[in-house]
């Protein structure tokens, strides 16, 4: 990089444009996986270079200056690889790495950021690259400054341009669209100003009244546009980071300036890209996208050959001036700095220095042969990326898969759509099925088969990124060698290592520096492996959750890590938990509304369907008979169940825009004559409505995840004061029926509104919004039930009873104790 040497080189130097990558994803299940391979995510192989490297020569060709890499885990082998790689050599300045070692979100990494004052201009903007901090796209990315300054321009409180790709009509079918890309935007046609953002799947989207009737505003809505984790910030982004502490991810970010718009007046605008390639790598489906795309072409000029070309035969040891050399202790790294050319030929396959590739074989498209790999006859390859010192038996088949370097597959083997990590031994008639990842050191005995989604690991203890993840990193230091021991006490044990030069078994056990465990019926009696089974995780240390009365303090954390963590590692949407004993604890309150949201998404779906199986029931027996009293029951319980979550909208909405409670009461009994329910239905419905509207998901995520939080937050806004319209105190048949309808859903819902019974109850009589003499009266009732046999009680419900009774107890004390003060 060429110093400015004119007269306005001061003014040059201000003007320099930077880049600020998060080279992590957050994703506990993507690090979990990543834990037990030789690599961060970001250093992954793409045809012989690492994923990390495109990201860089984008930059690089976009005119950028400067490069800040904000580093968790894996800091030791990101700062070994820049530091041995080219770009320390021919741009010894470019590149600088801050090692965020306690983070745990994009918003800490950013607020460690802007401690170590790397951006004190507050005219220098800056990219930010989120979200394992990869972005490949053969487009040129420094006319967003220029674009965001013309939006500073117009608009003085513009903080951040937001950049997205626009995808396809069928964004499902898009091969670059995962579950968790998914985003819907509202903004300005004209100036592209953002109004509303959302990450949250919805099928019902609506746009405030207000917004309609802003003077010179036409509004457009983006519907899953393709997300490229990309956005250009004005400094004043880490500010706002560092002075809210719950702005964990980006949608908190953008969801807290928007939400916060009139007091604070910051803006937020986006940016659209018509054409080009554009693909953020932060999840296993799209790292294996990536590799098959550049092997296509579709990133040229950014393509394999001409990557290599550009990194020049070094010594593994580049001098820097400025930093003391690092020795590259693990071959993984050593790979990246051995340059040998890339020959591309006919059907885009590729081939890396000297090979042995049979004349038997057949070499079909897309393939990439890495350096000393060993095709043998009868292997057919397409659309796979085979690395270095490899051997592929004979009679293989491997198809749409990643294999890494050092892995022996034998003959007769069927691998599909799966990534093997480097030093794996595959045997004889192994069939692997999609989207499995074999990490590490793992063996595949004979004759096995595994089906797919499984990911398979060789070692009892997390790999870690590295024993030295918790060092500092100093360029002025000289970095310690990988067998360090920590500072503190929580030391992680080493993974199991397997020699380059030989897979046998005597080898194996040889190197082991740790005591493994092995499922035989998994990988075979001549394996080595087990399946990695996820649980409830953060950062490698696993998670207890015990039942108290103070864990208010922690719930929202929890809730941002649950944001964070609702994608598995292939980008896949995690279903809810179904059918599965939970503790009595505040923590399954969660899960149960994620239970009771799928059950009331399926309810109506479920009925409709029960009532069409009646109708063709009731024709098959006698086509001249009129429609049944149960089909005409199904479509009144229908109705009464569409009404019910018409009222749920309504109420959601009125909390979330924090409507008037007058204009709400107008809203509700407009809804009466859309729908046929009886006036006892209506009530019914609202008493429902104002219960089972906690447990609704952008009710229940935003705020405490108890069910009694966010009851009690709904009650003191909005849901009492509907509940005293319509069941007012003094008539006895109104209270009554709102006891017997809490009381059902109480019993239908034990966990977690029966099991709060008495926090409701005293909430009710403290606001009053239900009367002593009615829930005595009630409950005096419903006590003569069970004892004529007339009402059973049974197991499950104990727990709700037990708690109705201890407050009425309460409550005839408390009767009692007056009387006696009045005596």
Known sequence: MVKPTSINADHLAEERLTCVLVLDTFNIYTNEIVSHTSLPLCLWPVDGRPLLDYTIHTLVRSGVQEIILLTRSHSYEIHSYITNSEWSRIYPKLIKLVSCKEARSLGDCLKDLEQEHLINDKNQDFLLLYGNGTLLTNAKLNNLFTIHKENVRKDKNCIM???????????????????????????????????????????????????????????????????????????????????????????????????????????????????????????????????????????????PETIGAKHSPTSSIVANPSSSPLKLSDSYLSIYNQWYRITYDRHNIYKQGDIQLDRLSNIQQDVFIGYKSQILSGVCLRSSLIGQNCTIGKNTKIENSIIWNHVQIGENCLIKNSIICDNVLIRNNVQIDQQCILCKNVIIGTNVHLNERMTIIASNSVASASVVDEIEIDDDTPMPSKNVKRSNSKQRSSSTRLSEKSFSEKSVSSSTEETVTSNSDLVGADGLGRELIFTSTYDDQTKTFEPTDDDDDDEDDDNDKNELNAFDAWGYRIKPIENKDISHDDDGDEIKSKQYRQSMSKRTTDQSTDSQTGDETSETDDDNKDSSPDDNSSDEENEISEFQQEV????????????????????????????????????????????????????????????????????????????????????????????????????????????????????????????????????????EKIKTNQLEVKPGEKVYYDKLQQFVEWLQNAESEDDDDED
């Open 648 to 783: 749920i909208r309504t109420l959601e909405r009125a909390y979330l825009q924090k409507l008037n409670i007058e204009n709400i009461i107008v809203e509700l009994n407009m809804l009466k004559p859309t729908y046929a329910v009886s006036p006892t239905e209506f009530d019914q419905s609202i008493v429902h409505a104002v219960f089972l509207l906690p447990l609704e998901r952008k009710i229940a995520n935003p705020e405490k995840t108890t069910y009694w939080n966010t009851l009690k937050l709904t009650l003191d806004q909005i849901s009492q004061f509907i509940i005293k319209n319509y069941m007012k105190i003094t008539n006895e048949g109104e209270q009554v029926l709102l006891l017997n309808e809490l009381d059902l859903i109480c019993l239908k819902y034990i966990q977690p509104i029966g099991e709060r019974i008495l926090n409701i109850l005293n909430y009710l009589y403290e606001n009053d919004v239900v009367s002593e003499q009615w829930i005595l009266l009630w409950y005096r009732n419903k006590q």
């Open 161 to 303: 341009t937001l950049v997205y790709r626009q995808l396809d009509s069928n964004y499902i079918e898009h091969p670059s669209y995962t579950d968790d890309q998914y985003s819907y935007i509202m903004r300005d046609a004209n100036t592209h100003r953002l109004y509303d953002y959302s990450k949250e799947y919805s099928d019902l989207y609506e746009i405030p009244l207000d917004l309609l009737e802003k003077p010179n505003v036409t509004i457009e809505t983006l519907y899953c546009p393709l997300d490229c984790h990309l956005a250009v910030c004005s400094p004043d982004v880490l500010h706002i980071f560092k002075d809210n502490f719950d702005f964990f991810t980006m949608h908190d970010f953008v969801k807290g300036v928007l939400r916060d718009e009139e007091v604070a007046g910051q803006t937020i605008y986006s940016y659209l890209y018509e054409k080009g390639y554009f693909l953020p790598v932060h999840n296993l489906r799209l790292y294996m996208k990536a590799t098959f795309d550049i092997l296509r072409r579709w990133l040229h000029p950014l393509v």
